[in-house]
């Protein structure tokens, strides 16, 4: 990305389709699209992935000067 606020953006983005993703693997584990184990191993996968978006996304806010 061009700046750190464009990316702390995107972050924010890939945030918000982490949850999206958290609701799929829910619906098709609920209509026996997927089977309890394999939900278990990926939304312990996805979770894992949202702590470190997180977790950049303060980082890189951080960097990013507040505007007034």
Known sequence: RRSDAE???FL???TG???ELSYHLLLAKD???L???DF???DTQLEEVRRMLTSL???VKSAVPSER
């Open 17 to 19: 389709s982490a949850s």
């Open 12 to 14: 924010l983005i890939a």
């Open 31 to 33: 209509l026996g699209l």
């Open 35 to 37: 089977e309890e184990t």
């Open 40 to 42: 278990l191993r990926l």
């Open 57 to 59: 996304t303060r980082k």
């Open 7 to 9: 990316f702390a953006r």
